[in-house]
């Protein structure tokens, strides 16, 4: 009898022991499953962040080549008025005097 009982504990404990295993086994898989879902979709974030990164810094070179041309421009325009304005403080004084 304390055999026949000693062998019963044996068998529980062993399949204890193999139900555990099963058990970790499958969490173990559905994290591995669970992780490559999320590192994919990481992934395709990833790709859609530097799609956006790379158009955003195009427009901000375009945007900055506007900016040249338009100090350009501005430049050349104040160019331009320095010697009308002279002119026209030649002719005040001419006035005056």
């Known amino acids: 009898m304390v055999m026949l009982a000693t062998v019963c ?6 399949a ?4 555990f295993a099963a058990d970790r086994h499958r969490r173990v898989q559905e994290t591995a499953a669970r992780e ?4 994919e979709q990481l992934a395709s974030r990833d ?3 530097e ?3 790379r158009i955003y810094m195009e427009r901000f070179r375009r945007l ?4 040249r041309e338009r100090e350009q421009d501005v430049a050349v ?3 331009r008025l320095r010697p009308m304005a002279d002119q026209g403080r030649a002719r005040v004084q001419d006035r005056q005097d």
């Not at 490559?36 to 590192?39: K, N």
């Not at 900055?64 to 900016?67: D, Y």
Request: net charge positive.
């Open 16 to 19: 204890r022991a193999w139900g």
């Open 77 to 79: 325009l104040r160019a």
């Open 9 to 14: 504990v044996l068998f529980i404990q062993g």
């Open 64 to 67: 900055e080549a506007q900016l």
């Open 36 to 39: 490559s879902y999320l590192y």
């Open 51 to 53: 799609s956006q990164r």
């Open 47 to 49: 790709a859609v962040f």
